[in-house]
């Protein structure tokens, strides 16, 4: 494990967290991803040098063992948790660590081998003394892994409004001690508290009669219940919130802050829904001109 300045991937304990990286390396392209940067300049030489690519059918290996982010299996570095995982279970008295595992990957991206997931989840669970941070931008495939390991917190990047819809179909069908949402870096408005009028005559063909219709996103709701906003659901006549937690950041390197009223939408959806919420030190500097304070909170698990 490495230490990390990810100020939310803490300890139990709250002290600073880890990062562990069995799988390193992304095909999904981002044009912010900071972790191919660093794969490309600082880790390069180290990444062209070792792991096990993961190949698909028809893929060059001349490309892949190229390519410094090309995605690979380390098993040293998984080695090293399997020792880890027999430690703590040996000494129960050992000083629980926080690890965000594989911030330089996605362990749920579609080319990842089931098989390494489910022997990596196998770890996790046997360990059971670590928290772990697990985060993915396809949230589709965490279902096939659920129920998670007690000691995992589950979370899915909603970068996008798309991303989110996403989140909102599949986080309900996960379980997990915490799941959470990534709103970093925000590059859009995708929090939404439903502004409902009326539905316009003109628009009736796309919409049943009836319904009501929100005039800042355009989603629709039946009359009989509204749905405050984006970050809840009707789950058996009730709304809920579809996550636990909610972590909201800006892009950096190059820098970009999110508009203030994109934030207000989050601070506000938050607010009503009982959601902690956590906003990372890069986006301090917009707060304090919006005359906003800093959040700190997290979830209780």
């Given at each position: 494990m490495s230490r990390t300045r990810i100020e939310w991937a803490l300890s139990p304990s709250g002290e600073a967290g880890e990062t562990e990286n069995p799988?390193?390396?992304c095909h999904t392209g981002c044009s912010y991803c900071y972790a191919r940067g660093v794969a490309h300049t600082r880790l390069r030489t180290l990444y062209l040098g070792g792991g096990t690519l993961i190949l698909q059918a028809g893929e060059s290996e001349?490309?892949?063992?190229?390519?410094?982010?090309?995605?690979?299996?380390?098993?040293?570095?998984?080695?090293r948790m399997k020792e880890r995982a027999e430690y703590v279970h040996a000494h129960p008295e050992a000083k629980p660590r926080g690890?965000?595992?594989?911030d330089m990957a996605d362990l749920f991206g579609p080319w990842m081998p089931a098989g390494h997931i489910i022997d990596l989840l196998e770890v996790l669970r046997h360990n059971g003394h670590d928290r772990f941070y697990l985060l993915t931008k396809y949230p589709e495939n965490l279902v096939a892994y659920s129920p998670f390991p007690p000691n995992c917190w589950v979370g899915t990047t909603c970068d996008t409004v798309a991303r989110l819809n996403r989140a909102r179909m599949?986080?309900?069908m996960v379980k997990a001690t915490v799941k959470f949402l990534s709103i970093e870096p925000m590059l859009e408005r995708v929090v939404c508290n439903h502004e409902y009028v009326q539905q316009e005559d003109d628009m009736r063909e796309e919409y049943q009669c009836g319904e009501?219709?929100?005039?800042?996103?355009?989603?629709?709701a039946p009359i009989?219940?509204?749905e405050p906003n984006n970050l809840t659901r009707l789950n058996g006549g009730q709304l809920v919130p579809i996550a636990d937690w909610v972590i909201l950041g800006?892009?950096?390197?190059?820098?970009r802050q999110p508009e203030p009223g994109w934030?207000?939408?989050?601070?506000?959806?938050c607010g009503d829904s009982g959601i902690p919420l956590f906003t990372k030190d890069n986006v301090w500097p917009l707060l304090q001109q919006m005359g906003e304070k800093t959040h700190r909170d997290f979830p209780r698990s």
């Open positions: 799988a390193t390396g001349e490309d892949a063992r190229a390519d410094p982010f090309w995605p690979r299996w380390w098993p040293d570095r998984f080695e690890a965000f595992l594989c599949f986080l309900p009501k219709y929100c005039r800042l996103c355009g989603h629709s009989s219940f509204l800006a892009q950096t390197k190059p820098d934030v207000r939408q989050v601070y506000r959806a």
